[in-house]
T-cell receptor
Framework: GENVGLHLPTLSVQEGDNSIINCAYSNSASDYFIWYKQESGKGPQFIIDIRSNMDKRQGQRVTVLLNKTVKHLSLQIAATQPGDSAVYFCADYRANNLFFGTGTRLTVIP | EAGVVQSPRYKIIEKKQPVAFWCNPISGHNTLYWYRQNLGQGPELLIRYENEEAVDDSQLPKDRFSAERLKGVDSTLKIQPAELGDSAVYLC???????????????FGPGTRLLVL
């Protein structure tokens, strides 16, 4: 089926640097995307979302960019901290359900 | 606000045995979801409830899986009999309609990690 997918399974960054996690989707009918953070032993935690009528949305230290032309979205984390180490999922909201990608494991190096 | 509560957190059983998971959603959330998350993968929806009605169970393996949400609050997910391939984390989530954006934000519980031997 059509699912969201991620370019890289792992990402390591130095503490204080910015992180960029990418996600590609294939369903052009998708109009709502969500980024989740999942720490070990916990359920996914909502980070930020974006509608298809937007190109960019900012939160606290996080920014999501959406490029509908190439069906790509990214999550940018500013000044990455050790507490940001987790698996990050992008999810596509369709037909009242969420469809998750595989996830990217972010490791922050102190 | 209390989050989604799930129990047990861990369960180890032998194949062919039954197992049940329990979920208590966030108060006031009328929509409840059960997901299965295999190792290294994203969660996959099993069933979605609107109040006590299962409105989407198309991905639920009905030969061995069953779920119920009596009174539209707590829910249980059962597997009988369990198979080796059922080893996974079973996540419960709940949501309420977010009228300003017209969409539902899902809040996840910590999950139940099932190991079938």
């Amino acid at each position: 089926g059509e699912n969201v997918g991620l370019h890289l399974p792992t990402l390591s960054v130095q503490e204080g640097d910015n992180s960029i996690i990418n996600c590609a989707y294939s369903n052009s009918a998708s109009d709502y995307f969500i980024w989740y953070k999942q720490e070990s032993g916990k359920g996914p935690q909502f980070i930020i979302d974006i509608r298809s009528n937007m190109d960019k949305r900012q939160g606290q230290r996080v920014t999501v960019l959406l490029n509908k032309t190439v069906k790509h979205l990214s999550l940018q984390i500013a000044a990455t901290q050790p507490g940001d180490s987790a698996v990050y999922f992008c999810a596509d909201y369709r037909a009242n359900n969420l469809f998750f990608g595989t996830g990217t494991r972010l490791t922050v190096i102190p | 606000e209390a989050g989604v509560v799930q129990s047990p957190r861990y369960k180890i059983i032998e194949k062919k045995q039954p197992v049940a998971f329990w979920c208590n959603p966030i108060s006031g959330h009328n929509t409840l979801y059960w997901y299965r998350q295999n190792l290294g993968q994203g969660p996959e929806l099993l069933i979605r409830y609107e109040n006590e009605e299962a409105v989407d169970d198309s991905q639920l393996p009905k030969d061995r899986f069953s779920a119920e949400r009596l009174k539209g609050v707590d829910s249980t997910l059962k597997i009988q009999p369990a198979e080796l391939g059922d080893s996974a984390v079973y996540l419960c989530a709940s949501s309420r309609w977010d009228s300003p954006i017209g969409l539902e934000t899902q809040y996840f519980g910590p999950g139940t990690r099932l190991l079938v031997l």
